[in-house]
């Protein structure tokens, strides 16, 4: 249903007093398709925003910032760690600069994803602490959910399970009450994560089966699928999670 959407978005060509506008619409959609596992996509629209951003002021440093997260959103295709770490560093400084609040906070999840990633456990954890100042100056509880969330994976991976549940727990809340899909499908793997290093296998294969059961997109699914394909052989199911894992 987004192909015909897609397509007429690159085939417009906006009013020399719409160029902003049109720019922050690509932005929004193409966070949207990285959400969703569209990165070639994503990659589409790239191009298309620089040559808009030509258009505008040179010293736009919140243009350069959208720009900068759009290159990082079609990177999560590639296999390339640290040209990520380096398009996410980029955004961050560039909305640091710019003061640009509401970009501010996804260029600090998109950091710390990025760190988190490369094992940066530690700088992971900052780039996240910074991104929630910012969501909380602004009120933000869009940003807040997923800046949580992301954090709370972090601690998981530093084991720091108390602090991660407890992070983890306050999304899973925010989630119920918007009636969200993906941030819900992310954090009951997470807690599936958790619960394994607790070794309550039977808690952990519950929340990673409630994440599968979700209608998530591809990339969220692929995950959760992997994580209970783990539990389950710690259980030494062998043939449950052999089928899990070529979900």
Request: a negative charge; hydrophobic letters at 45%.
């Amino acid at each position: 249903r987004a192909s015909p959407l897609l397509a007429d978005l690159i085939a417009t060509e906006p009013q020399p007093g719409a160029i902003m506008s049109c720019m922050v619409g690509y932005c929004w959609t193409m966070m949207t398709l990285a959400f969703s596992g569209k990165y070639a996509e994503v990659a589409e629209l790239v191009p298309r925003a620089a040559r808009l951003q030509a258009r505008l002021a040179p010293d736009d440093r919140t243009i350069e910032a959208l720009v900068a997260l759009s290159r990082w959103w079609a990177a999560c295709c590639e296999h390339q760690p640290w040209h990520r770490l380096v398009l996410a560093q980029r955004g961050a400084a560039l909305c640091e600069h710019a003061e640009t609040s509401v970009w501010g906070t996804r260029a600090y999840a998109d950091l710390g994803v990025s760190l988190l990633g490369l094992g940066a456990h530690d700088d992971a954890e900052r780039a996240l602490v910074r991104g929630l100042e910012i969501a909380d100056r602004t009120g933000s509880v869009h940003a807040t959910t997923f800046l949580k969330l992301h954090l709370g994976a972090t601690l998981v991976d530093r084991g720091r399970l108390e602090d991660a549940e407890l992070l983890l727990g306050e999304v899973h809340e925010a989630c119920e009450r918007a009636g969200d899909v993906y941030y819900a499908g992310r954090a009951h793997t997470y807690l599936a994560r958790l619960l394994a290093k607790c070794t309550a296998l039977e808690a952990a294969e519950a929340q990673a089966r409630r994440a599968t059961e979700r209608r998530n997109a591809r990339p969220v699914r692929a995950y959760a699928s992997a994580v209970l394909s783990d539990i389950l052989l710690a259980q030494g199911r062998t043939g449950e999670a052999q089928g899990a894992a070529l979900e």
